[in-house]
Nanobody
Framework: VQLVESGGGLVQPGGSLRLSCAASGVTISRAYSGWFRQAPGKEREGVAV???????RYSDSVKGRFTISQDNAKNALILQMNSLEPEDTAIYYC????????????????WGQGTQVTVSS
């Protein structure tokens, strides 16, 4: 299984970014998949997760601003991030597994290498 994130970068507060996670060796739409992030000096935290039926869960800090989805044609996981805030600055990781629709890191078996998102003026 290989997961490769892309789409990170530098954006001003209030701006938007779209992250993508290309998967191989696993069908994203058949597993639990999600986005996590880790800011300097902080624990890695769950941001948004999705299951094979399209059910989603979001952390309170991003609810209403971020949207997770699956691109089945490309076997990719997407995170649309709007109204970005400096507090959203972190390395963003995608992950997949078969345990549960959970925001806990322990529920996921495979991880990408991460993509940096920096929100700053």
């Amino acid at each position: 299984v290989q997961l490769v994130e892309s789409g990170g970068g530098l954006v001003q507060p209030g701006g938007s970014l779209r992250l993508s996670c290309a998967a191989s060796g696993v069908t994203i739409s058949r597993a639990y998949s999600g986005w996590f992030r880790q800011a300097p000096g902080k624990e890695r935290e769950g941001v948004a997760v999705i299951d094979s039926d399209g059910w989603t869960r979001y952390s309170d800090s991003v609810k209403g601003r971020f949207t997770i989805s699956q691109d089945n044609a490309k076997n990719a996981l997407i995170l649309q991030m709007n109204s970005l805030e400096p507090e959203d600055t972190a390395i963003y990781y995608c992950a997949t597994g078969w345990l549960a629709l959970s925001l806990a890191r322990s529920s996921y078996d495979y991880w990408g290498q991460g993509t940096q998102v920096t929100v700053s003026s």
